[in-house]
């Protein structure tokens, strides 16, 4: 939005107007933190919510906050280093864990975050070994489907990335026991629960035009 705009609407609430400092210290504010709510994104998502995509993620988003370094003013110039110091700090177990790098490399969806160059291997019926395994996999089709050729593969993908990076899309799942998560149900068995609850989730194939295979949506 440009500063005039900016200045008429606080005019009209009767407001102090912003000066040309103060309007450029905002635009490189939020152009700083913009790959945060990217990487908020992706790691709160439903449909990544893979504990591989944790470690390139924080990767990927302190290289893009310190490439904004050489374009700022005086006033944030010292930003992106102060953020990426705090990244590191409160993820230094994440992002020297071998096995969030792991669970990252076995994740199919991340071959844009890994770049291999590998000659192809041709495979026979008999059960490859592990390295022409590995090669074989970082030269396929990176799918979720590609995993069954691989089962050393496929096995390491399913341990690591079986924890969640975020608790988001949990919460958000829980949003719907409202009538299951009360004081007089408190003591309902693993399996009685999880009925209850999926009985709840259900519903929603059942309202709005949700079909079967069709992620429905989620009530806050």
Known sequence: MPLTDINNICTQLQLKCMNDREYQFLKEYCSIMKPFTVALDILQGEDTCFYGTLQPTLEVLMGKILAMK???????????????????????A??????????AVSLP????????????VTTAD????????????????LTM????????????????????????????????GNLVLTPKRNR???????????????RHFSQG?????QPPTIEQ
């Open 70 to 92: 050489n374009g700022l003013s005086a006033m944030t110039t010292g930003l992106p280093e102060v953020i990426v110091g705090t990244i590191k700090t409160r993820f230094a």
């Open 188 to 202: 309902l068995g693993d399996g009685r629960f999880q009925r209850l609850l999926l009985m709840r989730f259900n």
């Open 209 to 213: 035009g949700s079909g079967i295979g």
């Open 94 to 103: 994440i992002i020297d864990s071998k096995e969030a790098l792991l669970a």
């Open 126 to 141: 008999a059960p490859m070994s592990v390295e022409t395994e590995v090669i074989s996999y970082f030269n396929s089709a």
């Open 109 to 120: 969806n991340e071959e844009d975050l890994f770049a291999f160059d590998l000659q192809p």
């Open 145 to 176: 489907e590609s995993l069954h050729q691989f089962p050393r593969i496929k096995k390491i993908a399913l341990r690591s990335n079986a924890p969640m990076p975020s608790s988001a899309p949990v919460e958000k799942l829980f949003s719907l």
